[in-house]
């Protein structure tokens, strides 16, 4: 399926920021008529190019991203912040717009100083080479320990218009997004007003990308940006309409599958868990039990060995901070195998049961509380000897 959306152009470039012999830059025009919304990190200590984003989204109307892979450009104090900006400057002079026009990205190596030289040397190139069919491209561009690029595309026709909406990310480790490293791009054709677009974002994202994680670690760089050109026939003003309905549908199905194909490239991982939780008093309470489950590194480690060591589970449940709860309530399965009811080992559940519940690739633990009607899912991965592996060597 062709990943073009009309209006938005992209491309990529070996600028040697970091890597030598692939590409690790690339440049994103949203187009003249384009509404644009993001989200960010929430790490108190978030990248210098996260800052500068932010003011220029705030300061306007921004028509250009620029992402740099390999250099995080985080953790490096007021040199940090000249940088992004000049990197801004160098852009927009190479595009004969106002930097403010400009958002920059960087993900990789924190602590850093972000050179200069490869932005100068690039951006000329990038500009004459931006083409609408280089979605593929930009997503291997923007990669760091991924070991696939992650595109995802999807259309629809809505009120009788085609409409695509098409994203790129990436991100494989220090993933728990909290707007993971992750920088996700995601553009439609429609137009949608800034603010529409703006929630339409932080609607996808909840489920997606706000429900992950790898390691539990969030990042100082973790970004997403939703794009609508405005190329397209769709034209959508109001909020209740059936039309922004249905582009709703159609971006959050990019953002999970794309959230879903990170959690499946992540460092080392060879299985795909869901840890889905029932019958919570609250959501907060579910997202809670779930995440404390996918954080477990003994829950994670059985994972990676297939171990259907169900007391690792019961007990990340127990230590979750539920106040109140009553165990004898709760009852656990792993896919169609109930492991627990009343709080303890299900009457008929057996070893060999258990170690074919836990051997597909991607599988689905499921908790029900016993308290109410609330629910939620959290995607996370098992925890393999290439997960230390990678992060021991990351910087070697």
């Known amino acids: ?74 953790g490096t104090g007021e040199p940090g912040l000249r940088a992004a900006r000049r990197c801004c400057a160098i852009a927009a002079r190479a595009l004969g717009v106002e930097a403010g026009a400009m958002l920059p990205f ?9 050179p200069l030289e490869p932005f100068e040397q690039a951006l000329p190139v990038l500009a004459e080479a931006l083409d609408e069919d280089a979605w593929d491209a930009a997503a291997r561009a923007i990669m760091t320990t991924d070991t696939v690029p992650k595109r995802v595309t999807r259309t629809a026709t809505i009120d009788g218009h ?44 909840a489920p997606s990308f706000n429900s992950i994680t790898v390691d539990g670690d969030t990042s100082t760089n973790d970004a997403c940006v939703l794009i609508a050109s405005g190329a397209g026939g769709l034209r959508i003003e109001a909020a209740d309409s059936e039309a922004a309905r249905a582009l709703q549908a159609l971006v959050d199905r990019v953002c999970l599958a794309l959230a879903a194909d990170l959690v499946r490239d992540a460092e080392g991982a060879t299985k795909l868990v869901a840890i889905r939780v029932e019958q919570a008093a609250n959501e907060a309470e579910a997202r809670r039990v779930a995440y404390t489950v996918a954080h477990s590194p003994l829950v994670k480690t059985a994972l990676f060995a297939s171990d259907p ?88």
């Not at 960087?106 to 972000?114: A, K, M, Q, R, Y």
């Not at 029900?368 to 629910?375: T, V």
Request: glycine residues 10%.
């Open 162 to 205: 085609a409409v695509t909406v098409t994203g790129i990310a990436k991100g494989a480790g220090m993933i728990r997004p909290d707007m993971a490293t992750m920088l996700a791009y995601v553009a439609t054709d429609a137009a949608v007003p800034r603010a529409l677009l703006q929630t339409m974002l932080e609607r996808a994202v």
């Open 309 to 396: 060591n169900w007391g690792r589970i019961l007990a990340a449940v127990g230590r979750a901070g539920i106040e109140g709860l009553v165990i004898e309530r709760v009852a656990i399965w792993i896919g169609q195998l109930r492991i627990v009811s009343r709080g303890g080992r299900d009457p008929g559940y057996t070893e060999e049961a258990g170690q074919a519940a836990m051997a597909p690739r991607e599988l689905e633990i499921r908790i029900a509380l016993g308290r109410g009607d609330a629910e939620a899912r959290v995607l996370t991965c098992d925890l393999s000897y290439d997960y230390v592996r990678i992060n021991a060597e990351y910087r070697t």
């Open 1 to 74: 399926m062709s990943a073009r959306v009309a209006g938005v152009r992209l491309a990529a470039t070996a600028a040697g920021i970091c890597y030598q012999g692939r590409d690790d830059l690339v440049l994103i025009d949203c187009g003249g008529r384009a509404s644009v919304a993001a989200v960010f990190t929430r790490n108190a200590f978030c990248a210098a190019p996260v800052r500068v984003a932010r003011e220029h989204l705030a300061a306007g109307a921004p028509r250009y991203l620029l992402v740099n892979a390999g250099n995080a450009n985080a």
């Open 106 to 114: 960087s993900t990789g190596v924190i602590g850093e100083p972000l």
